[in-house]
């Protein structure tokens, strides 16, 4: 079992930025990818970004590239999304998750709990 536990979140004004953490426990997290989802009201939750478990390839959903950047910390079990740029439909509750990619998308085998983002225009 593996447990995910987000901070960072909060208000921003449109262009600010904010970075996301989440801490992993429970079994090794080796070969899992790492990253992120978010889910705004009404709408169907959706990947945002990924990060293998070396660090070196990572994932974008197109809405993000070129604001957001995703690390890792293996040392410390943690993941990192630096998010810059903000706009206000990046306002959503951002989940920690374990994001395997399907012929038809990603999926996540864990999740945390989910840390809210706001950002006003």
């Known amino acids: 079992q593996v447990q995910l536990e987000e901070s960072g979140g909060g208000l921003v004004q449109a262009g600010g930025s904010l970075r996301l953490s989440c801490e992993a426990s429970g079994r090794t997290l080796t070969n899992y990818r790492m990253g992120w989802f978010r889910q705004a009201p009404g709408k169907e939750r959706e990947f945002v970004a990924a990060i293998h478990w070396s660090g070196d390839t990572t994932y974008y959903a197109d809405s993000v590239k070129g604001r957001f950047t995703i690390s890792r910390d293996n040392v410390k079990n943690t993941v990192l999304l630096q998010m810059n740029k903000l706009k206000a439909e990046d306002t959503a509750v951002y989940y920690c998750?374990?994001?395997?990619?399907?012929?038809?998308?990603?999926?996540?085998?864990?999740w945390g709990q989910g840390t809210q983002v706001t950002v006003s225009s």
């Open positions: 998750a374990t994001p395997i990619r399907t012929p038809t998308g990603w999926r996540s085998e864990y």
